[in-house]
């Protein structure tokens, strides 16, 4: 088992940028593949990034390429998520969740463990 915590969220001014961080602890960090989801009110949770176990191979959400950056440090069993020219509507709490496998990494369903979401607000 994994357990996951989010940090880094707040409200920031359109344009601005934020880094999340998702912490790590129980067993081997290695071996889990790691995704960011995003949440608003009376939406469903949707797909922004992920990495593979390595960091080597990144996957993003088309409403997010050339703007946010994911990276992993295993050595520190942290998981970063870098959001530069953040726009409004991406204001959502934001939630890191981890699973063994890499196939379908788009879907919540398919995660094992889930953080407890940090709030993220963008200011027009």
């Known amino acids: 088992q994994v357990q996951l915590v989010e940090s880094g969220g707040g409200l920031v001014q359109a344009g601005g940028s934020l880094r999340l961080s998702c912490a790590a602890s129980?067993?081997?960090?290695?071996?889990?593949?790691i995704g960011w989801f995003r949440q608003s009110p009376g939406k469903e949770r949707e797909f922004v990034a992920a990495t593979s176990w390595s960091g080597a191979n990144t996957y993003y959400a088309d409403f997010v390429k050339d703007r946010f950056t994911i990276s992993r440090d295993n050595a520190k069993n942290t998981v970063y998520l870098q959001m530069n020219s953040l726009k409004p509507e991406d204001t959502a709490v934001y939630y890191c969740?981890?699973?063994?496998?890499?196939?379908?990494?788009?879907?919540?369903?398919?995660?094992?463990?889930w953080g407890q979401g940090t709030q993220v607000t963008v200011s027009s």
């Open positions: 969740a981890a699973r063994t496998a890499i196939s379908a990494y788009t879907i919540p369903g398919n995660y094992d463990y």
């Open positions: 129980g067993r081997t960090f290695s071996y889990y593949v």
